[in-house]
């Protein structure tokens, strides 16, 4: 009984466990850059604040704790995921000239230059496993969690409103994140990434959504 209890509890760790490289790769997957960029006339975006890293997906370990006791085991795998900054902004942009055209922002505009200037976007995110299990002369009890924690990055955007090179109108725009923590039930480490980054995308489509009606107000 005890040996199948080692076997076991081995076979969970290998498979919940995960480096920091293999981590990035499961991420980079999911992530796609936009091979080509909708062009506005009157609408600009400036991404310079936006960090334009070589990865897309840029991953680093904040802690890795394993004891193997004799009778209790503990693990702790930490991974902080950054998904580039600047391949965020263009996920933005494809967003909110999307969304600008269905509100018809182009009409209201009438001829004048909006310039859209990122200041602050959600691009990072912590992978958390970990757990303890204390093994007994005849049973054992394991105990787990993994989880994945947005980080509180709020979508931060100023804007300038120009008519024939005179600024009509400038400002800053803020809208909370209202992204969410999610609990692993039974995915690979692959697909529970998968399933987070799917949620990544749709809040910061609904953040930049919320955004665009703030500023259609504004104008």
Same mark, same amino acid.
């Given at each position: ?7 076991? %509890? ?7 466990? #995960?480096?920091?490289?293999?981590? $990035? ?6 992530? &796609? ?8 006339? @009157?609408?600009?975006?400036? %991404? ?8 897309? #997906? ?13 009778? *209790? ?6 991974? +902080?995921?950054?998904? @580039?900054?600047? %391949? ?10 999307? =969304? ?7 009409? +209201?505009? &009438? ?8 200041? +602050? ?14 093994? %007994?002369?005849?049973? *054992?009890? #394991? ?5 994945? *924690? ?19 109108? &400038?400002?800053?725009? $803020? #809208? ?6 999610? @609990?692993?039930?039974?995915?690979? $480490?692959?697909? =529970? ?8 995308? &749709? @809040? ?16």
């Amino acid at each position: 009984m005890r040996t199948l209890a080692f076997i076991i %509890l081995t076979s969970s760790l290998l498979t919940s466990c #995960v480096g920091v490289k293999k981590y $990035t790769r499961f991420a980079e997957a999911k992530i &796609e850059a936009i091979k080509t960029a909708t062009i506005s006339e @009157n609408i600009t975006f400036d %991404l310079s604040e936006l960090e334009n890293k070589n990865a897309k #997906v840029t991953s680093t370990t904040l802690k890795s704790q394993f004891i193997p006791a004799i009778l *209790y085991w503990q693990w702790n795998n930490t991974i +902080k995921c950054e998904i @580039n900054p600047r %391949l965020v902004g263009e996920y933005f942009r494809e967003d909110f000239l999307a =969304f600008a055209d269905t509100l018809n922002m182009y009409e +209201k505009l &009438e001829g004048r230059e909006l310039e859209v200037k990122i200041e +602050k976007i959600p691009t990072r995110f912590l992978y958390v496993n970990k757990g303890h299990t204390f093994i %007994l002369l005849y049973l *054992y009890t #394991v105990s787990s969690l993994t989880i994945i *924690y947005p980080q509180k990055e709020d979508l931060v955007v100023s804007y300038k409103l120009t008519e024939n090179g005179s600024i009509i109108k &400038e400002g800053s725009l $803020t #809208v909370k994140n209202k992204d969410q923590a999610i @609990n692993n039930k039974f995915k690979s $480490t692959k697909k =529970f990434t998968w399933q987070y980054i799917d949620q990544f995308k &749709e @809040n910061n489509r609904k953040l930049t959504n919320e955004l665009v009606d703030m500023l259609f107000n504004e104008l």
